[in-house]
């Protein structure tokens, strides 16, 4: 019962009466006769729609409510756009795309990053470049320019270690952690809000928190209220929060999934949480599991391993080619580069991944492991050749990627911003 006189169950408050609530709490004079404040999902609205910071406070669960590690998710917004706006502050609040050149809208890469006011005309990471022009030809394009996003990371990246007893970067602009001096869920949200002003302090650019017991309660809630979004579930209040959500909000659930969900009419996460385990692994195999797993707010895999671990490169060919030689170069050249970065850290690895997108855009991706790591450049060739020769049967190429992983690194190494470039 949240039953503190003249505090009803849903009441906006400041940050301050927030800290104030916790302050008093935590110190046993707030509520009186020993009763405890009751916390449950604490939602910081976007800067945007109201600049003071406001929460939500429901009903729901205790405060100090502990049971487990506390899981921060840090995730920079629209990283290399909010870097590129930092260095150019005239841009700010004007729709700024990263990515390749549109030229003129015959340019034949794709969005990398785009600041939220381009968003707002629907463009988005991963979009072909000419789309993006025409959605917004008067955004302004900008080259990506990673050496400085990765010193940018790199910076970021120290400051989340300064505040953690552990920390998992998983991308160049995402990390777990595992704050310190977090004892409870109360305690979270000053912690969260020091690394947030850090953040901005030190880099100019702003990140949104998500707080939880696991990872992917953690990860879902920091993109719950983007930009400069604070959003901290309490174990007792996961189910309640992830419920409503779009089962595409869980990692790992794409499109593809999604619709075959979609088509068992299961839709959200609180209907993939009820749905019979049995009846997922029908479906989906052991993947069937891990999504009901996660559905229910419990993570997979045990954290150190929750990184992505690899390192990839693509090239979008000025003109679609058709010489198969020709693409073998661009294929076997981004293999040696990868080659190289790997070789600088002394990992070596399993797996060769080749992707291939044609000039009708289809695209394939076709994988290759080797029966034990190696980082031999000759036999990294020759995987990328044997790949190539069983795909390229005919029409022009528009694309080729190379992606290497299952690095046989010390599971305690972080991973670094190099897997990502
Ligand atoms: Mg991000």
Redesign the pocket.
């Known amino acids: 019962m949240f039953d503190y006189p003249g505090i009803p169950d849903h009441q906006i408050i400041t940050p301050s009466l927030l800290r104030a609530y916790h302050h008093r709490s935590t110190n046993n004079t707030f509520i009186p006769n020993g009763k405890t404040i009751y916390v449950a999902v604490l939602l910081r609205y976007s800067t945007r729609e109201s600049p003071e910071p406001t929460f939500t406070i429901r009903k729901g669960t205790h405060m100090t409510e502990q049971s487990g590690p506390i899981f921060f998710h840090v995730?920079?917004?629209?990283?290399y756009a909010s870097v590129e706006i930092r260095e150019r502050p005239l841009l700010a609040g004007k729709p700024v795309v990263v990515g390749a050149d549109p030229e003129g809208g015959q340019g034949r890469g794709v969005v990398s990053t785009c600041s939220y006011e381009a968003r707002s005309f629907g463009i988005h990471s991963g979009m072909p470049i000419s789309q993006a022009y025409r959605l917004c030809p008067y955004a302004t394009y900008l080259p990506v320019r990673m050496p400085l996003y990765s010193q940018v990371s790199g910076n970021i990246m120290a400051l989340l270690n300064r505040h953690s007893t552990e920390c998992w970067q998983v991308s160049i602009?995402?990390a777990y952690l595992v704050p310190s001096g977090v004892d409870d869920y109360g305690a979270a949200l000053p912690v969260a809000e020091k690394i947030q002003h850090d953040v901005v302090a030190a880099e100019g650019i702003t990140c949104s928190i998500g707080v939880g017991p696991s990872r992917v309660v953690a990860k879902i809630a920091s993109g719950y209220q983007k930009p400069a979004g604070l959003t901290i579930v309490t174990p007792g209040e996961t189910a309640r929060f992830l419920a409503p959500l779009p089962v595409g909000k869980i990692p790992g659930i794409g499109g593809k999934t999604a619709a075959e969900l979609q088509i068992a009419g299961i839709e959200t996460i609180g209907q993939l949480a009820e749905c019979d385990v049995q009846q997922l692994m029908e479906w989906f195999g052991r993947w069937g599991i891990a999504m009901h797993e996660l559905s229910l707010g419990r993570d997979i895999r045990p954290p150190r391993q929750g990184g992505q671990k690899s390192l990839g490169r693509e090239v979008t060919f000025a003109e679609d080619l058709d010489d198969r030689e020709q693409v073998c170069t661009a294929a076997t050249d981004l293999a040696g580069i990868l080659h190289e970065h790997l070789a600088a850290r002394s990992l070596r690895f399993r797996t060769v991944t080749l992707k291939v997108r044609f000039a009708n855009f289809r695209t394939i991706t076709r994988a290759f492991s080797f029966p034990r790591f190696t980082d031999d450049p000759g036999a990294l060739q020759q995987a990328v050749r044997m790949l190539l020769d069983a795909v390229l049967t005919g029409p022009k190429v528009r694309l080729v990627g190379i992606r290497l992983s299952a690095f046989d690194c010390d599971e305690s190494r972080q991973t670094t911003i190099g897997d990502y470039l």
């Open positions: 995730d920079m917004d629209s990283f602009d995402e």
